[in-house]
């Protein structure tokens, strides 16, 4: 059994939280090539939610998981790639499902999601 120590944890999605897909974000300077099982795609780091992630673990002693529904290997490529290893404690699958007596919304703290701003010259 693995064992994740510590009572503050935050977890952070991958696709469209710490990198977004949409052409519209993306320059020729603001990209990242991420490569996983042979599928290569340039992708523009959410770099306000990557700050936020980096605070948490500094300010917030948090734990930092993160996770994405494209399985633990594309979490584990989009933190490599980022650069943020020293902040994340682990990467996983997201979950399909969850089996409680409360709701999320009952114990997991609000949701944070700032989309990036649209470029100026669209």
Known sequence: MKIIEGDNCYYYDCDDTLVMWDNIYKT???TVLFNCHGFKEN?????????????AKTF??????VWSA???EWAKEVVE???????V????????FYIDDLACKEFMGTRIYKP???PINE
């Open 28 to 30: 020729e300077a603001n």
């Open 43 to 55: 992708l523009v780091p959410h770099q306000e939610h990557i700050s936020h992630l980096k605070k």
């Open 60 to 65: 917030d002693k948090a734990t930092i998981i």
């Open 70 to 72: 494209g399985g633990w």
């Open 81 to 87: 790639k980022l650069g943020i290893e020293e902040y």
């Open 89 to 96: 404690d682990a990467v996983m699958t997201k979950p399909n």
């Open 116 to 118: 990036m701003p649209k």
